[in-house]
Each structure stands twice: as structure tokens, then as C-alpha cells.
């Protein structure tokens, strides 16, 4: 009996996927460049298992039931469009090709048209959920040639997660979009969890709370609003205790990693001009962590006063409990924002509501909090911003003071909170009827003559002053990006 799907890239997303699509009846021809990784996985993981092991791609491909379908889980970029150049050949027309790893979108969008013209369909599935959702249910983010979706769902939807009985794997959109959904996705991880950082640091440094201490009130605050996968590991590590007894979180070196899905979020937001403050401070906060040495230079030449926090501990942590909330509802308005602009710019139709949902469970940023998102889109379809829906705005008025004190709390004890404060700073600048960009726009044309709008002429009129007197009549190109 022939394969139902092969699977290229045995490293801990491809194994635990094609574990996954055994559990589920599925029977998977598995190949990996480096062979012994392939022996290893057959008598190990999958031994007592119908996956079928490989050692070509013409193998692979010939053990497959037609059409065929083959996914890819490797390293994103080059490795990518070095197996697709190898398979194309070795298909058919109607073949599909899946890469499930995080690529970058736009190089999905030249993949699934390229492949369309050779009558291969292809789709760029974001995966998200680690090791454990690659075994047991990711959410999936499926976008590319949409000819090829009913081939793929049966058996994407079954190995996906489930929330009340519904799959967290639906078509995206067209090209490029599930892995754009899921660049997404992973900047508002790394908004999570940098906000989860600040809590931490504030709670430790700031309030001289120990680990049990703080696992204590993270374990408490997975029962409320700010119930989450994040929150709930992060009590768990907080508890976690080295040979010698100590938390072991305490001897971790603080220099963050990064493989690059938030920067490619960042970037986007700056090409597409929509803020994104927060996500773009939780990838600055990694680089600033990895500048270790120079840190530590930098603490000897410019040491903090160290403060003792007076106040009342217990509505402290209350307050940063809502700074937590309030960041985080900014860090997704932002980051919807952006899909929504994301949507109109490359020619998408994107369903924010059902996004919200393929979060819900799988997935790293997995929390109940979605289920709200969910809400405010089915309510309106065309929410211009989350931070505009009757539920959100309550609860941004009702965390707003402790949001602030949290930030307050941060300035005096000189402990960075670049999340929380620049979340506070959106924020008030979004809910800001008139900026200071008055005076930014008379700037630029004093110096340049890129002229300015005014508040008593209709907009498109564009105006400029010789603010010297000697300057000419000549205006620069009026023009934005
Ligand atoms: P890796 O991202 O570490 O990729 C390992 C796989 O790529 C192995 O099969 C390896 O083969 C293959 N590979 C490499 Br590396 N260079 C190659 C080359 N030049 N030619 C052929 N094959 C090559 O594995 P992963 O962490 O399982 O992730 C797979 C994909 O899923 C990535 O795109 C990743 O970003 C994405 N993803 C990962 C996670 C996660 O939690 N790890 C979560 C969600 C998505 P070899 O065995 O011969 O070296």
C-alpha cells in the first residue's frame, strides 16, 4: 500500500508531525538528508509504526498514492528552494508541495506562483506549538495555491489541535498569507513573552520576591484574564529547582536567541508604515539582552541607585497584573492592525475573527484571551483596531491605573519596562485627537519645503511658508510612504 503523504526533514517538528499523522491512520514516507537520522527515528520514536523510511526523493516520491502530497520541515530559506528544485521534476501536475516551516512570506508568495506554472500546487503552512503541538495537535496556517486545500485538510485539520471540537487549521488566503498570519503570530509571542519578562523583572528586582513568591502569582494569574500557555510555563519554570535545590532559572545566562520571525515582523510593520511598538521593543529587548558584555562594562561605569519599594506589595502586583493585560491587548491591536493593512496591501481576504481561533489552541500564544478577539470580529467584521471594541475599551480603562503605576514603579526603580511603557505610549498616542505632528510637519518645512496641511483648509490642500524670509517659493514634491 502506497503512502498517503511524505515528509522531508526529520528534525523535532518533522518526527513529531509524522508521529502525529500515524496516530491519526495516516500512512507517511518519511526522508531526511542525513540518513542515519532517518534509521535512528525508525527504530526509535516510530518503531512499532507503519511510516515508511526513504533514502532518495525519486524513493519518497515513488511510495506515494497520487496525487501526491509532500511536506517539507526543514530549515527555512535556501533549503527550502533547494528540495523544491529537486522534487519538481520527479512530480506530476496536481502534485502538492507543503512547507510547514516558517518561511518568509514573500518567499512563499514566489514559490506558489512559480510552482503554479508548472501545475504543482503549492501551500505555505505556518506551524506553531513547538514539540509538544507538532505531537499532539499544532495550530496550523495553511495560505498558497487554494486549488490544493481540499487535498490537504483532511489531514492537516486531524493532526491539528482542537478547541470545542473545532480544528485550529483553516485556509488563510492566497500565497504568501498563512505564513504571514504566522510571522504574526510569532512577534505576538515575542510580545508575550517580553511582557512577561517585565513582570518578572519588576516582581523580582523591584518588589525582592522570590521564585516560589512569584510562581505563586503566576500560577494565580493563569486563573484569571491573563489565563495562558505563557503564563502557565512560566509559573512552571519558576518552581523548577537545579540539582543543588536553587531555581534553576537563576543560573540561566541572560542573553536572549532569536531565529528572526519577529525582526521580519518589525520589518514588515516599518515597510507597510503601521506601528507596531511593542512587538518591535520585544525584539530590540533580545538584541539588548545578547549585548551581554557590554552590559555588564556599562553597570560598573553607570551604576542604578537602588531603591527599596515602600508601598503596599500585594496592590503592586495587582497593578502589574493589569499592565500585563493592558500590553497585551496593544500588542495584538497592533499586531491586527498590521494584518488588516497587510490584507489590503498584497491583495488578501483575511478573516481576523477565525485567526483569532486558529490561536486558541496549538499554538505558543495559545490563551483565552482570543476567544474575546474573537468576539469583537464577529460583532464587527470591519473593526479598524481592537483597541475601538466595547470590550476592549473597558478593559483598557479599567487597567489603565494600575498600567501606569506598573511603569511609574519601573521609571523610579530604573528597571527597563520597554514593552510596558512603549505599549502606554501607543496607547495614549492613539487616543490622542490632535499630536504633536503640527509642529513636526512646520519643522519639515522650514528646512525643506515639504509643506504642510492645515486645519482650516480641506485635506489635499498642501501649503508652504518662507518661515525665513529668505527662503524661495519652490515647494519639494509632496509624497508619503
Ligand atoms: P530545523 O529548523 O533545525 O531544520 C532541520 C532540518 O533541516 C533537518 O531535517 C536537516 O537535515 C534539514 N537541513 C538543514 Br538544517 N540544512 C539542510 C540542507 N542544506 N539540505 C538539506 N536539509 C537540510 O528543524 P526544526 O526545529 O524541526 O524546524 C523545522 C522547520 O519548522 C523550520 O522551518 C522551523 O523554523 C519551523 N518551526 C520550528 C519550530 C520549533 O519549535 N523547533 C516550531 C515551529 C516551526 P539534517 O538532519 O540532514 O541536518
Not at 528597571?415 to 505632528?437: M, V
Amino acid at each position: 500500500m502506497k503512502a498517503n503523504i511524505g515528509l522531508i526533514g526529520l528534525a523535532v517538528m518533522g518526527q513529531n508531525l509524522v508521529l502525529n499523522m500515524s496516530d491519526h491512520g495516516y500512512k507517511v514516507a518519511v526522508y531526511n538528508r542525513t540518513a542515519a537520522k532517518t534509521d535512528e527515528f525508525l527504530t526509535g520514536p516510530a518503531q512499532a509504526t507503519q511510516i515508511i523510511a526513504t533514502y532518495s526523493l525519486q524513493e519518497l516520491v515513488k511510495s506515494l498514492e497520487s496525487p501526491r502530497i509532500v511536506m517539507l520541515m526543514v530549515k527555512a530559506g535556501e533549503v527550502v528552494d533547494h528540495y523544491i528544485e529537486q522534487l519538481s521534476p520527479l512530480l506530476q501536475a496536481g502534485d502538492v508541495i507543503i512547507d510547514g516551516g516558517n518561511s518568509l512570506f514573500t518567499d512563499t508568495n514566489r514559490r506558489t506562483e512559480a510552482l503554479r506554472k508548472k501545475n504543482l500546487r503549492y501551500i505555505g503552512a505556518g506551524v506553531s506549538g513547538g514539540e509538544e503541538g507538532a505531537r499532539h495537535g499544532p495550530s496550523i496556517m495553511p495560505g498558497g495555491n487554494p486549488d490544493a486545500w481540499p487535498l490537504v485538510k483532511p489531514i492537516l485539520q486531524a493532526i491539528s489541535a482542537k478547541v470545542d471540537y473545532e480544528p485550529c487549521c483553516q485556509w488563510v488566503g492566497d500565497a504568501g498569507a498563512g505564513h504571514y498570519v504566522k510571522m504574526i503570530h510569532n512577534g505576538i509571542e515575542y510580545g508575550d513573552m517580553q511582557i512577561i519578562c517585565e513582570a518578572y523583572q519588576l516582581m523580582s528586582e523591584g518588589l525582592g520576591l522570590s521564585s516560589d513568591q512569584m510562581q505563586a502569582i503566576f500560577a494565580q494569574w493563569n486563573q484569571g484574564k491573563l489565563s495562558s500557555y505563557l503564563i502557565e510555563i512560566t509559573a512552571n519554570i519558576l518552581s523548577y529547582k537545579d540539582e543543588d535545590g536553587s531555581p534553576l532559572l537563576d543560573k540561566i545566562l541572560d542573553t536572549a536567541g532569536q531565529k528572526g520571525t519577529g525582526k521580519w515582523t518589525g520589518i514588515n510593520a516599518l515597510e507597510l508604515g503601521i506601528p507596531l511598538t511593542l512587538i518591535g521593543e520585544s525584539v530590540f529587548a533580545r538584541c539588548l539582552s545578547a549585548l551581554k558584555e557590554e552590559r555588564v562594562t556599562a553597570a560598573k561605569l553607570l551604576p542604578k541607585s537602588v531603591k527599596k519599594f515602600t508601598g503596599d506589595q500585594k496592590s503592586m502586583i495587582d497593578a502589574i497584573e493589569d499592565a500585563l493585560y493592558a500590553s497585551k491587548i496593544i500588542s495584538y491591536a497592533q499586531g491586527f492592525r498590521l494584518m488588516r493593512e497587510a490584507a489590503k496591501e498584497y491583495n488578501w481576504t483575511l478573516n481576523y475573527g477565525d485567526i483569532a481561533l486558529l490561536w486558541r489552541g496549538g499554538c505558543i500564544i495559545r490563551s483565552g484571551f482570543l476567544n474575546n478577539i474573537k468576539q469583537a470580529y464577529s460583532a464587527n467584521p470591519a473593526l479598524e483596531n481592537l483597541l475601538l471594541a466595547e470590550f476592549f475599551v473597558k478593559a483598557m480603562q479599567q487597567a489603565s491605573i494600575g498600567w501606569r503605576r506598573t511603569v511609574i514603579l519601573g521609571v523610579e526603580m530604573s528597571i527597563p519596562t520597554p514593552s510596558f511603557s512603549s505599549a502606554l505610549a501607543y496607547y495614549d498616542g492613539y487616543r490622542c485627537a490632535r499630536l504633536p505632528a503640527n509642529l513636526l510637519q512646520a519643522q519639515r518645512d522650514y528646512f525643506g519645503a515639504h509643506t504642510y496641511e492645515r486645519t482650516d483648509k480641506p485635506r489635499g490642500e498642501f501649503f508652504h511658508t518662507d518661515w525665513t524670509g529668505h527662503g524661495g517659493k519652490t515647494a519639494s514634491t509632496t509624497y508619503n510612504i
